[in-house]
């Protein structure tokens, strides 16, 4: 007796839990794919504005103009312009009242890049913990509905006085498919998960290095103009 074993026709005549597993499964996988790719082009989209933010600074423009460019860019900047944005507007803020202490200013200064670089790593990881939890999770709902889908079949076969290989095969076959579902929804999410965790690291070190580097810049500038609270904002990069 031929019997129909493509993935269609044993979910079609698949017990109610099973079908459910795998829907849900399904879901799930077009989920943790639609995450992947908004993630994949977001990291993408982030690397080429920092890396277009950092040569425009190395480049020859003045911190006041970076930092009106900034100011009108808002929307449109990327992790590294928005820190540098921050930093400097804070440190122009001290200066308007008039604090002329370089330390103060200094520190003033990067605690706001900081605080910057934390909500950017925190917009950078979003959605990944989504791809974490669906890469470790998917393959024991898949299982569970295995068990479910081989239990209702060994129930069913126990009403029977003869039992072949073609009455088992269909059963068993219709609950390993949840298994196989569960796994196809959990291997590109964990992928996508150790891919981007690893290219939000490097965005983070990059982060922290250019808050280093304008940093140290304030510094030398506090440290050549003591009594006027350094001219950091419209200091020339020849002075970088």
Known sequence: MNQDLSIINLLLHASFVVQLVVLLLVIVSIASWAAIIRKYFALRRMRALNDDFEREFWSGTSLNELFASAAQNAKFAGPMERIFASGMREYQKLRERHVTDAPTLLDGARRAMRASFQRELDAAEQNLSFLATVGS?????????????????????????????????????????????????????????????????????????????????????LSANPTAGGAASSVAPANR
Do not use: C
């Not at 569970?144 to 009455?167: E, P």
């Open 137 to 221: 999770v998917s393959p024991y709902v898949g299982l569970f509905g295995t068990v479910w889908g081989i239990m209702h079949a060994f129930t069913g076969l126990a009403a029977l006085a003869q039992v072949t290989l073609a009455t088992v095969a269909p059963g068993i076959a219709e609950a390993l498919v949840a298994t196989a579902i569960g796994l196809f929804a959990a291997i590109p999410a964990v992928v996508g998960y150790n891919r981007f965790a690893r290219e939000i690291d490097k965005i983070a070190i990059a982060l922290e290095t250019y808050i280093e580097e304008f940093s140290n810049i304030l510094q030398r500038n």
